[in-house]
């Protein structure tokens, strides 16, 4: 069986927890690139690129398999990407 995004996302669904680490290890560098972008520190960049994976993790039943895994994984990264400049913002100001 060929690991497209889609095959292991139906594998995870079934219950096949270490196929999320193929995922992971296939994306995690631009997720972690984007994150380092938007922080400019490495640290806050891990953190975030975690959150992204877990977070996709716990939806992942409300990913559509008509849809591309990257670019939906992107998007949770984005969203929490700008929620932590947000917030980031908001204690600058206090």
């Known amino acids: 069986m060929v690991d497209t995004d889609e ?3 139906s594998e995870i669904l079934a ?7 193929i995922l992971v290890k296939r994306y995690q560098k631009p997720i972690f690139n984007l994150m ?3 922080t400019s ?10 959150e ?7 939806k992942l039943e409300h990913f ?3 849809g591309r895994f990257f670019p939906w994984l992107y998007t949770i990264g984005v969203n ?3 929620d932590f400049t947000r917030k980031a ?4 100001f206090k």
């Open 7 to 9: 095959n292991l996302v």
């Open 15 to 21: 219950g096949d927890v270490e196929a999320y680490a």
């Open 36 to 38: 380092l972008r938007t």
């Open 41 to 50: 520190c490495e640290e806050d960049a891990f953190d975030l690129t975690q």
């Open 52 to 58: 992204t994976f877990l977070r996709a993790y716990e």
């Open 64 to 66: 559509k398999p008509s």
């Open 80 to 82: 929490l990407a700008r």
């Open 89 to 92: 913002k908001t204690r600058e």
